[in-house]
């Protein structure tokens, strides 16, 4: 008999309806699971058993009348600490961050899962501003990795990734300014969509511009296509949120997906048949790939060609965009911190303190420099999907490295985007992207494959890899047991 806590969102929604197991029973599994598997990984800030039990059994109730309160009503769901949530605070994975205050508003996407009848389960965690692609901050430790606890899990939705992986809920949101649902998902073998910017609003503003971007983890593509039919309707907080979806992102993973020339609006109902897939292994040999992660994608994309895609070993036409995108990342990051003072500065990570001093000495002009190469960037990757529906890279050259360290021993990297090549020029752009699980490396951890596509087609790379999924090229085994 499958255990409650591994069941999709999806699932327990059906089981709700057919009245074959109830939202309490579910949580308390969630739950128990939850506080199992803290000591290992940490992938909770803050639990509130007595909160999620009390929204538990209002939702039990609702479906007893046959009145859900919405799409997800009395799913398990738990929230990185880097979005506002009633009733607790926001620490954001620092300490300069004062527990005291009113704590009375939701985010957004928090506020529509509210409205829909999630159960939050709690909070997760997040390096100090979400500013790295390791989890660990001065707040909550190491966060760890679920296929092997010596290793990262990835961040910064560290947490998220850790926690959905290892059944302790089947929905989390994230945030992703430079990969950071990705980074993770991949890390810790999950689902994950960074969608396209303005997708789902973003309130309070992020210091980090328009890189950040919110949005779900969970354990495979339809789960994601239930949360994002909830957190994506816009909200007046959001200034640059966009308007409604043009339709149900679940009801898009069966139906017709844009394929052939743009130009005539061809469409193929129903499957990937007729994509144009850019396969990309290495950014043509710019980014050193693991043997084991090339095979994996490989398979993969080859599986998409045995569904009907038009695959073509492609690379976009762009130089790595690293040093703009550290002019705005460090900038950002100078600005979350420009309000403490000296004392507080000694608090923060030590990396931390380091970006941030370098932001503070770049100018305006460097700042809109970093802006055109964006500009340009995104012109080119316009211009590349003319041609392809969707790009496929890995989602990271790497399988998960050592806890506890902002960049692998020995790799000769400085900052974590030296390890991360994939996933950042997509922040730039605000291109949807999401990550995919398709195998285990020689050493047992988790492989993503990344789903590219244009701004705005998020429906394309949910069905891209719900296609894979539904053919079982896509989700892996899950972790061993937790010692």
């Not at 709690?122 to 296929?147: A, I, L, M, Q």
């Not at 979806?245 to 017709?256: N, P, Q, R």
């Not at 309000?339 to 809109?368: H, N, V």
Request: proline share 8%; glycine share 12%.
């Amino acid at each position: 008999m499958t255990e409650l806590t591994e069941l999709t969102a999806v699932r327990l929604v059906e089981g709700y309806r057919k009245g074959e197991f109830s939202p309490v029973d579910v949580t308390r599994a969630a739950l128990r699971r939850a506080e199992e598997i803290q000591p290992a990984v940490n992938a909770f800030v803050r639990l509130d058993e007595e909160a999620a039990l009390a929204q538990a059994l209002d939702s039990a109730e609702r479906w007893r009348r046959g009145e859900p309160a919405g799409l997800v009503d009395g799913v398990p769901v738990s929230v990185k600490d880097i979005l506002l949530m009633r009733g607790g605070p926001t620490l954001r994975g620092s300490r300069t961050v004062s527990q005291t205050g009113r704590w009375d508003e939701d985010a957004p996407s928090v506020a529509r899962l509210r409205e829909h009848g999630a159960v939050f389960l709690g909070r997760t965690t997040t390096p100090e501003f979400g500013w790295k692609g390791v989890t660990d901050s001065p707040v909550s430790g190491v966060t760890r990795n679920p296929y092997d606890p010596s290793r990262t899990s990835g961040g910064s939705s560290g947490g998220s990734a850790a926690a959905v992986a290892l059944g302790a809920g089947p929905l989390s949101l994230g945030t992703d300014g430079g990969g950071s649902v990705r980074i993770p998902g991949s890390f810790c073998g999950i689902f994950a969509l960074k969608p396209t910017y303005g997708r789902v609003p973003l309130y309070p503003a992020s210091a980090f511009g328009t890189l950040a971007h919110v949005g779900p983890m969970t354990r495979d593509a339809a789960d994601a296509a239930l949360m994002m039919d909830v957190i994506s309707g816009p909200d007046i907080r959001d200034w640059s949120g966009l308007g409604p979806a043009s339709g149900s992102f679940t009801d898009g993973l069966d139906g017709a997906v844009r394929t052939g020339d743009v130009r005539t609006g061809e469409v193929r109902a129903g499957d990937v048949r007729g994509l144009r897939v850019a396969y990309s292994p290495s950014f043509g040999g710019q980014v050193a790939v693991r043997p084991g992660v090339a095979a994996a994608v490989r398979r993969a994309v080859e599986g998409l060609a045995s569904l009907g895609a038009y695959v073509e070993e492609a690379d976009p036409d762009f130089t790595d965009p690293v040093e703009a995108f550290h002019v705005l990342w460090f900038s950002g990051a100078a600005r979350v911190t420009q309000r403490l003072g000296p004392q507080q500065r000694k608090l923060l990570d030590p990396g931390l303190r380091e970006i941030c001093a370098l932001g503070e000495r770049f100018s305006a002009l460097d700042y809109l420099a970093a802006v055109d190469v964006r500009m340009e960037l995104g012109r080119r990757m316009g211009r590349f999907h003319d041609t392809y529906d969707v790009l496929v890279t890995p989602t990271m050259p790497i399988t998960a490295f050592e806890a506890g360290v902002e960049v692998p021993r020995g790799s000769g990297h400085r900052r974590w985007t030296g390890w991360t090549p994939f996933t950042y020029p997509f922040n730039l752009t605000q291109q949807p992207a999401a990550t995919v699980p398709v195998g285990l490396d020689e050493g047992g951890l988790p492989v993503g494959l990344q789903i590219t596509a244009a701004r705005h087609q998020d429906p394309l790379v949910l069905r891209t890899a719900h296609a894979l999924y539904t053919a079982g090229m896509a989700g892996i085994t899950p972790p061993p047991p937790l010692s």
